[in-house]
């Protein structure tokens, strides 16, 4: 394949992972937990900070989102600066800001800051996040311990 | 036309997809209402919700921003995850996170999260929005009736 | 070359320009100014508002992010709207609407809505930020004077 090829074929791969970072959110904030866990591998390892503990395997991460669901009556997930870094045409490392909006039944809105650390890989059903760590920059009114982002270690 | 061939076609249009639902946010956000309108078909249907209700036309749409102009001092609207879904080569249906931060002139400063859900459209001039339909997770200090995102009809 | 393989080259280099001004944020949120700097070219004018003057050259790009370490304890930039316009084949011009999120030692969290207005170009080793200005729609806690976005001039 000429180097053009190589380019455009990778262009297509990184323009179907942004897309599975971004159905993530648009999932999490309309509840439709069920879809949401079908974007991660059936082993995934999702580490959303000390608090919670890693979550290992996408049934129990079905499970971490109907507790979630008990938390907060809304939430609005903003993905920005998706960087994309492929390991081999299979595999590949993305960054994804985020910029979380909570609300609590009591009226409360926690908010986070941070970046998404996700490993990616290309099943023959699509692109699908094997792992991810969450690390905070910042929040607001929000009480769970978290991974700081400066100070956090590769996944 | 081969496979990959038709991939990048709708890589193409999605980048112009894309930059018609940026170009929104930069109009409004710089009062260039004039150049906003041109984004959007001249017989769209632009619904930001029952306290305002659907505005039937490119005509009424200008009307509207001249509206919005007299009650915001100034206003940030921040695109997210947007998600394009092809329905054929010349119709794609689009769901864009928004984060937007507006000023009254009294000082407060009302923010909205939410999402658009437009429909656009491939016209001899390009890409245009033919139906647009807000939906909205959340809101702080805002006052307008508004469509709820998870409770929110197909347009 | 044909229109479409026109097409293809640009997306490619958009792409390259959106990852560029989305290494600069992951850069200065993770303080890897050294990084950070090379985004820039030798000679690059940075305009981040009057409260700070422009800055010529890299070198000079590097003693502010010095400063600015000492200023906060954390930030987060969340990029958004990129707009990116080609002059030729080798400049580009790009809007990008940025949300950024400052902590102060004294816990306050200054915040700015506004547009990065950069100049890029492609050198030998990439595409390069080579004239930047930031001009603002909106601040919350913030103190230094900056470019407004409306009634700000071109570069």
Redesign the interface.
């Known amino acids: 394949m000429s180097d ?1 090829g190589a ?3 990778q ?2 791969d ?2 179907q992972i942004i ?1 599975l970072v ?2 993530y ?2 999932g999490v ?3 439709l937990y069920d879809e949401v866990v079908k974007l991660f591998t059936e082993d995934c390892v999702v580490d959303y900070g000390p608090g919670i503990g890693p979550v290992r395997s996408r049934a129990r991460l079905r499970d971490m989102f109907g507790y979630a669901e008990g938390g907060f009556t ?10 994309v870094t492929f390991d081999d045409a299979d595999h590949a490392s993305v ?1 994804t ?1 985020f ?1 979380a ?1 909570h ?1 609590r039944a009591d009226g409360l ?1 926690p908010r986070v ?3 998404y650390h996700d490993i990616v890989v290309r099943l023959p059903e699509g692109w699908r996040i094997s792992r991810r760590q969450l690390r905070v ?2 929040v ?1 009114n929000w009480q769970m311990e978290m991974h700081p ?2 100070g956090a270690d590769g996944l």
């Open positions: 053009e380019s455009i074929r262009l297509i990184k323009d897309d971004h159905e959110s648009y904030d309309h509840q809304a939430t609005s997930h903003h993905n920005a600066n998706v960087l960054r800001a910029y909006w609300k809105t800051w941070g970046y920059l910042g607001e982002a400066a």
